[in-house]
């Protein structure tokens, strides 16, 4: 994948020192389970993400406590299939790494889909920031939407620099894409109309749609996938495009001229989650902990500009590398935190009305 | 066969016994595999959280939104039918016609774009169409255009992509009939002074109608359930209804909403049924008493026939402005036009299958022109061994797919074109349910099944899931195929004292070898290009082809994807030119 292989060499020099901070950190501590369970199956993302878990935290955890991990890949919301798995208690996967919405939508009624991971009073998890804890879930990683645009299209001129921006059509020509869901979508264009970072949620939807229809027939693609937005990056097909941070960056790997504004950046949390029931949940949690280490969670920026979330990872990461990180201290004070609750309660009606506003 | 177990010189089994048995394996597949899982998703949208209610159905009809999805929806798959079989049918004429070596070499290509998966061959599409693509390149390059013309996100790169998709079952559902009409006929028309135009118009239109009919409405049901194609390729208002099911499938876990949305757009398609019914009758899908329909001689079959002499006079006058190397008297010699014609189609049909050998080996990713020459798309791809292994289980679940499709299938439409049993309409549309509905619900519905069975990860559980989807294609091709075998050549075969087993392995089969090849093929493919039930039922663990393609492209168009389609692409080749050659050498033995 793009990153990776601009890494290639540099992560070959690295794996030797990868080896030894591991081996350092991982004793007998970790030796206990070792009889009881032989694997358990952890949905993550996919691509450069099983890559870098695989080599910082599934293999130095089987080699520290003798259980196998298994990185599987599914869609980027996969509640479905996890509802599906627990109500048939076909437990394919025993834990997954999933959006703070997707937990609430998991937890929200009367049959709890996960199981509460009860490690707030552990030791190496309680010192994770408040922000990245909840019942349910474990912060691991930070995603982030951001505007970007092709630098080559704004040669000689103002990039622009936020959604104000964006959505000034006259001020800044250009071929314009947006996401074909409300989700971010939505927030960008009330602060592009001037609401404040504070006063987003709730969400002025009328607000919103009117500062929607201002931009409308100047948006000349509406994206569905992140590859497909990352596509319409490298190839130039849209000059600016609020897109997640890792595709623009994926895309500036692969040598387009990207650009990155990280100033209103929008950013929402990945957890580690169980699932609720499953037999493996006591090897999920020592995992959840294993993965709870700043050195370790340092040692993913030599694959990608991951979004750390324990506050001491970035005492190990090289500050040219870290200001790519979505969780970067910067990013996350200048950017808009996404409210899961919001969303899990009007994502229906938002739905419904963005694809009708579609049509229109 | 059910057949095996009667014999002739015994007492004969009962005609509702018989038939019975013929239809039972499909009946039964489809209503366990089918019926049950979908009808338990379905039957959320009346039971809300306090027993029966209607409020799914009142939220539907709420909002103008989900009615006018379907409505475009409904535009939508209807261009694609019409254009796919328009494109479709001098392709399947074409192939007919040609030289037994030279038909497996077209039918070949007209399958070539089924070995790599939908999801690149859309991404293809975006490669061609875009700004800096292909056809932008090549425009500016002659000088056509002096900037880049907007192609793709609208309209016309929607049907082209799904077009695209939809050629080969119109092609090949059509080829199925045209190889069983008898040739003398035209030529028969001929020596009695029928011009090639005239000929062909009232002789062999007429006569390859049934292929178009089934064509027409698998192309139709099929294209119905797009939803991929149309998001990566359209436009803002190219929204089908398949992609709000999904989003109440797995965005917002409504699946009250996602159960009344998937009744209305099955409602809507036999609300479409029962008009193509009234309109060519379900007759020319599986045929009726060729005596019988001979004398309803009514006022709309005349008019259809004096509009086919005039179309046949019209074709006539421009065959004879065309060539230019005087007169040809033959139908089986086509205007070089159609020639033209069919190969661009084929060429358009390859294109984006073919798009990815340049890219593979290119440095520059999936950027248009290709830049450099590399071999580390490849290396990467033998890197791992994820892509060998999905490779073997796509082949062994496709294998049993399209095995079990036929075993199920072949009995059925026998019943079903030739049996005289009474409501053909209704087993028709069950049969066609597996396309029709859903793709997404019927993958949930049997997630659920195979979890209470234990055969969620197994091949058994894919194979299963697939011949649901796929045993539709296998009868209605049969079917097609079989509304033109002449039922008295098995009668002079039994006649002359073969029993029914011998009449069947010496008789009807070898003469429905060619339709049942390719009714095979098709399962097959089907199942090699089948992503949602994998999605669900596989567990991510056991990955097929189109799951490990659907994984690497949601993550990254990674020009990996081009050197497996490569990859795939010489490898199937030479698989079925390989197969070619055995059947060859043990025919000449």
Same mark, same amino acid.
């Given at each position: ?16 020192g ?21 694997? %358990?199956?952890v949905?993550d ?5 099983t ?28 509640t ?31 049959k ?11 030791? %190496?998890v ?19 939407t ?13 990039a ?51 500062a ?128 899961a ?20 | ?39 338990r ?54 192939i ?26 859309a ?22 255009i ?12 929607t ?22 009409i008898?040739?003398s ?18 002789i ?49 876990l ?5 159960g ?5 757009l099955?409602v ?8 193509y ?58 205007p ?52 060998t292994?999905?490779?073997?289980r ?13 075993l ?11 049996g ?13 349910s ?14 659920y ?54 009449t ?29 039930i994998?999605?669900?039922s ?38 079925i ?13």
């Amino acid at each position: 994948m793009g990153n990776n292989i601009n890494n290639w060499s540099r992560r070959s020099v690295l794996k030797a020192g990868v080896a030894g901070a591991v081996a350092l950190s991982t004793t007998s501590m970790w030796s206990s389970l070792r009889a009881q369970t032989k694997r %358990i199956v952890v949905r993550d993302d996919g691509g450069v993400y099983t890559k870098a878990y695989t080599e910082v935290f599934y293999r130095p955890f089987q080699e520290a406590t003798g259980i196998e991990v298994i990185g599987v890949q599914a869609n980027a919301e996969p509640t479905a299939q996890i509802l599906s798995m627990v109500d048939a208690g076909a437990y394919t996967w025993d834990m997954a790494k999933i959006s703070q919405p997707a937990i609430r939508m998991l937890t929200q009624g009367q049959k709890k889909y996960l199981e509460p991971h009860g490690l707030g009073n552990d030791p %190496i998890v309680s010192v994770m920031p408040e922000h990245f804890m909840s019942e349910y879930g474990v912060g691991t990683n930070v995603y982030s939407t951001v505007l970007a645009y092709r630098k080559d299209a704004f040669e000689g001129r103002q990039a622009p620099t936020s959604w104000k921006d964006f959505y000034d059509v006259e001020g800044f020509p250009g071929r314009r894409a947006l996401r074909r869901h409300p989700f971010d979508t939505i927030e960008q264009a009330l602060l592009a109309d001037g609401v404040a970072i504070a006063n987003v949620y709730p969400c002025d939807l009328e607000r919103a749609f009117s500062a929607l229809d201002r931009i409308k027939n100047d948006v000349s693609v509406f994206w569905t996938s992140g590859a497909q937005v990352e596509q319409l990056l490298v190839s130039g097909e849209v000059d600016m495009v609020p897109v997640w941070v890792s595709r623009a960056q994926s895309a500036r790997s692969s040598n387009a001229p990207v650009g990155i504004v990280w100033d209103q950046n929008i950013w929402g949390l990945d957890s580690w989650a169980i699932l609720a029931g499953t037999p493996n949940a006591e090897a999920c949690r020592e995992f959840i902990k294993f993965t709870c280490d700043p050195k370790r969670q340092a040692e993913l920026t030599k694959y990608f500009p991951a979004g750390v979330t324990h506050p001491q990872a970035f005492d190990f990461i090289d500050p040219k590398v870290a200001v790519d990180c979505p969780s970067y201290p910067d990013h996350i004070a200048k950017g808009l935190p996404i409210d899961a609750q919001y969303w899990t309660e009007k994502q229906s009606a938002a739905l419904e009305r963005y694809n009708a506003w579609l049509l229109s | 066969m059910s057949l095996s177990t009667t014999r002739t010189a015994s007492a004969p089994m009962p005609v509702w016994a018989k038939n019975t048995l013929m239809i039972a394996p499909l009946l039964v597949l489809l209503s366990a595999f089918l019926a049950y899982p979908v009808g338990r998703l379905l039957s959320l949208s009346v039971l809300g959280p306090d027993g029966f209610s209607l409020d799914a159905y009142r939220h539907l009809f709420a909002s103008s939104l989900y009615v006018n999805v379907l409505w475009i929806t409904f535009k939508i798959s209807l261009a694609t039918t019409v254009l796919s079989v328009v494109l479709g049918y001098p392709v399947a004429y074409l192939i007919s016609t040609a030289p037994a070596k030279l038909k497996s070499r077209l039918v070949f290509l007209v399958l070539l774009s089924f070995w790599t998966s939908f999801l690149v061959r859309a991404f293809a599409w975006v490669v061609i169409l875009g700004r800096n693509g292909v056809a932008n390149n090549f425009l500016l390059s002659l000088g056509l255009i002096d900037r880049p013309i907007n192609l793709l996100y609208g309209t016309g790169a929607t049907l082209t992509g799904m077009v695209h998709a939809m050629l080969p079952l119109a092609v090949m559902t059509m080829l199925a009939v045209m190889e069983n009409i008898d040739r003398s006929l035209p030529r028969a028309a001929s020596t009695l002074g029928a011009r090639p135009g005239t000929a062909f118009w009232t002789i062999y239109f007429p006569l390859s109608m049934p292929g178009v009919a089934a064509a027409t409405i698998m192309v139709f049901v099929t294209a119905i359930g797009f939803f991929i194609v149309p998001a990566l390729l359209g436009g803002r208002r190219e929204t089908m209804i398949s992609q709000l099911i999904i989003d109440q499938v797995q965005q917002t876990l409504n699946w009250e909403l996602a159960g009344s949305i998937s009744v209305l757009l099955l409602v809507v398609v036999l609300v479409v049924f029962v008009i193509y019914d009234r309109i060519f009758g379900f007759a020319t899908l599986t045929g009726e008493d060729p005596s019988s329909q001979a004398r309803r001689d009514t006022l709309a079959r005349r008019a259809g026939s004096a509009v086919l002499a005039a179309i046949g006079a019209v074709s006539d006058w421009l065959i004879a402005r065309l060539s230019f190397k005087g007169r040809r008297k033959s139908v089986e010699r086509y205007p070089w036009v159609l020639s033209v014609f069919v190969w661009t189609v084929l060429i358009l049909i390859s294109l984006p299958a073919l798009l990815m050998i340049p890219i593979s080996f290119s440095s520059a990713g999936l950027q248009w022109p290709p830049s450099g020459m590399t071999l580390q798309w490849y290396e990467q791809m033998l890197n791992t061994p994820v892509w060998t292994q999905a490779l073997i289980r796509s082949l062994t679940v496709a294998t049993g797919a399209g095995i079990l499709s036929m075993l199920i299938g072949v009995p059925a439409a026998f019943l079903l074109a030739r049996g005289r049993i009474r409501g053909k309409a209704i087993l028709l549309a069950f049969l066609l349910s597996p396309i029709i509905a859903p793709r997404v619900i019927i993958a949930l519905g049997l997630f659920y099944m195979f979890a209470e069975l234990k055969l969620v990860g197994t091949s058994i559980g894919l194979i299963i899931g697939h011949t649901v989807v796929c045993v539709p294609y296998v009868v209605m091709t049969m079917v097609a195929v079989l509304r033109n075998y002449d039922v008295r050549l098995d009668l002079a075969a039994q006649s002359l004292g073969a029993s029914p087993i011998k009449t069947l392995r010496h008789v009807t089969f070898p003469l429905l070898g060619a339709g049942m090849f390719s009714a095979f093929l098709f399962a097959f493919a089907t199942s090699f290009d089948e992503l949602t039930i994998a999605l669900f039922s596989s567990g991510g663990l056991n990955a097929t082809l189109p799951k490990q393609f659907w994984d690497e492209v949601t993550l990254q168009v990674s020009p990996v994807i081009a050197a497996v389609s490569t990859f795939l692409l010489v490898f199937i080749t030479l698989l079925i030119f390989g197969a070619d050659r055995l059947r060859q050498r043990s025919l000449a033995r």
